[in-house]
Each structure stands twice: as structure tokens, then as C-alpha cells.
């Protein structure tokens, strides 16, 4: 049986009470980028509605170029005009060394990762980093905007780094 | 006043009554790969809890190299064995043509994308090539349960694609 079964049972049930019909166009014009974190719930821990914002996450929540790929579209084509950075604590990314990762996958795979090196440093440092790259980005027409913080995965307190 | 004010002062209210202490580990052992769309909310969608599912969003919900990259942690690092590549119904990528996008952004800034061209066309096609690129990836050690669905944002219901 596939793990994927349950949830796509769950699905149905979900659909009966879902109202459809809103515009690609979120509602609160904000995106929020974010780590894949299976402890971080965006939409709840932000208040925010089906509808409201774009959500974009991978890995750590860093800005790499498909993520600017995907906040230059949420500008230009959907209209929003702030960004959310949000990192958070007791990231796995923080339990292990980049470097390492790339060589172990290079040994085990006979490939090179096709994705440049992704450091992970203190959080606070990350996502002042990670502001400042969306602040001076010449692909986004909105940087004024943009703001930083760390997700604690125990509180679920958000704590902001920089406005 | 800042559009993201509102956002932190509803994490606040919602930090009350937050349980933490989970790992970083999915206890579903699976990863989500969708699209930024405001309409998604995969969380409610797929019927998972916090703690559940790494989940990694962009737009389209394309599998580029960043999105490899934090599959590979989440298979890796993470344990998770099983992905869901979910795109959907009225997608802001087939509102535009991509090469066109590229060209005004350039013209615009004087900056080129740098990111690769990223065509878009229909849907089911779109998913069944994201999930043939993830059964093939060297990087990816679990790619027997990978499967891809179509939500539609006007039901909330779920399609597979491809099993």
C-alpha cells in the first residue's frame, strides 16, 4: 500500500465542504517563503485564509534563484507587494555540514548535485542574508516591504530579525 | 503600516495554543511538491497534521534543481520516502507565455532571469514530466511511491495523473 492512499482519501472528505472560486490573486497581496519544515503550518501560524497569500517553501527557506523565480511571478503577474522570510529553530539544515551532504551524495550517486552550495549559518545571520538579497533583487518591483523572522518549532512563536 | 503587521499579531494568538516538541522527521514519510498558489492549502487539502509532511512549494510546482535539492534532504536527512507532486486547475503559469515573461522581465531591469526557461503547458502533461524526472533522479534513493494529481481550486478535489 502506498503512504500516499490516506491522504487522498482524506481529500474527498475535505472537498465536500470546500468553496471554490477565488482568483489567483492573493488577497492580502503578500507572499511568505519558508522551510519545508513538517512542524511549520504557514497558513494557521500566520492567520492568514485560503486565498490570502503565496507560499513558498524548500529547504531551509532560502533565496535561490527559483525562489526569486517564484516571487518575481507573485509580483508581476499576481499582484503582491510584501514578502515574509521566515527560517526557524531546530532546522535539519542546521544538524549537518553543506559540504558534507554534497560530497556523501557525490560518493553514493556517481552525480554531482546540479544545486550550488547552501552554507547554513546562525539563524538571525540566515535570514538577514536572506532579506537583504529580496531588498536589493533588481527583479522585484516591490522591496520596501520585506521582513525577516525565526519560527520557533516549540512556541510556535514568530520572532522578527529585521524590518 | 507594514501589510505583514496584521500576520504577526495573529501569531501571537495562535503561539497559545500551539503543542511543540515534535522532530524534524515527517511521521508520514512524505513529501508534498506543489504550487504557491493562495488558493492551496495542502495541510487542510490532504487531511495531515503538523509534524506530518515536508512540504515544498513554487510556482507551478516545478521540479527544478532546487526542488531536488530539498527532496534529496528530505529523503536523506529526513526520512521520508513517498512524494506527491500536486499542481492544479487555473494555474497563474498558463495565464502567460513564459519566453514572453522572460524578455519583458530583461527589458524591464536589464537584468536576465537567472533562471532556466520554464514552459508550461497542460496540466496533465506538466505533471506526469515532474513525476518521470523524479523516478529517474539519481539523487533521490526512494522513488517507488511517487505518484501526481491535478487539485482543482474550485472543488478542493484531488485527480491522479499518474500511479
Known sequence: MSAIDPLVQANREF?????????????????VVTCMDCRIDPVRALGVSVGDANVIRNAGGLIVED??????ISQRKLGTTAIMVIQHTRCGLSTYDDAE???????????APPWGPSPFGAQEDNVRTAVEQLRTSALLPYTDDVRGFVFDVDTGLLTEVTQ
Open 67 to 72: 525562489t526569486l523565480r517564484s516571487l518575481a
Open 101 to 111: 551532504f554534497r560530497a556523501e551524495l557525490e560518493a553514493e550517486t556517481g552525480v
Open 15 to 31: 472537498a465536500q465542504s470546500f468553496a471554490g472560486g477565488l482568483p489567483g490573486t492573493p488577497a492580502r497581496k503578500i507572499a
